[in-house]
């Protein structure tokens, strides 16, 4: 069984610019989460899909966007980067209801 | 606004003495209760769920909805639980789901 993997680990973006983060879900989970930990804090949800729609969504703006692909894996989009936006990124993926399983993270930093 | 609350962040006991790391929310609907935890150098991982009902690593959580608590006991702590832990009430609202509701996490270190 293949855990859940994000890419890439780390990177770096300047303010203004828009970044693409991914993440394959574990086998045989549907469903997948995103989640912005700041540094000190706890993660926040961002967004949820099931079967490639959003199921859910979190307090953020419309600048956070998502897709799900038929395959289960997952995108991540952020357009017009904010210095605040510099976080851990964690995907999670699931059965719909049951136990998330959290993927190691990728790190951004907007300068 | 659903909202979770851990006052310690930062916990530290002796090997051996109990351990209590106290969580209060505020949830609209009645939702589900999850303790999770993340190790030094690993991916956040679940360590128990109410529903479940079960004592994972000697760890139990008991949820008292009158004062909407979900505190985490172990009655010997080791070496091995100091970590992060995070309580996160879950379920859905109007608009979908609400995903989990993390609170700031609490630093638990075990002293030898």
């Known amino acids: 069984e293949t855990g859940v993997t994000q890419s890439p680990t780390h990177l770096i973006k300047t303010r203004g610019q828009q970044v693409t983060l991914r993440c394959s879900s574990q086998?045989?989970?549907?469903?997948v989460s995103w989640y912005q930990q700041a540094l000190g804090q706890g993660p926040q949800f961002i967004f949820q899909?099931?079967?490639?729609?959003?199921?859910g969504r979190g307090n953020f703006p419309p600048r956070f966007s998502g897709l799900q692909f038929p395959n289960y894996s997952s995108e991540l989009n952020v357009n017009a980067l904010e210095l605040d936006d510099s976080a851990l990124y964690l995907c999670?993926?699931?059965?719909?209801?049951?136990?998330?399983?959290f993927g190691p993270g990728t790190r951004l930093t907007v300068t | 606004a659903q909202r979770v609350t851990q006052p310690e962040k930062l916990l530290s006991v002796f090997k051996g003495a109990p351990v209590e790391l106290k969580c209060n929310y505020s949830?609209?609907?009645?939702?589900?209760l999850f303790w999770y935890v993340q190790y030094s150098r690993q991916r956040l991982q679940l360590l128990l769920r109410?529903?479940s009902r079960e004592s994972i690593k000697g760890f139990t959580a008991d949820l008292n909805k009158g004062e909407t608590s979900f505190h985490l006991k172990k009655p010997f702590a080791q070496e091995e639980d100091s970590a992060m832990y995070y309580c996160a009430p879950w379920g859905y609202s109007g608009g979908g789901a609400d995903g989990l509701t993390f609170g700031k996490g609490t630093h638990l270190i075990i002293q030898p």
């Open positions: 899909y099931y079967r490639e729609e959003e199921n």
């Open positions: 086998s045989g989970h549907n469903t």
């Open positions: 109410h529903i």
């Open positions: 949830y609209s609907g009645s939702p589900e």
């Open positions: 999670a993926s699931s059965h719909p209801q049951d136990e998330q399983y």
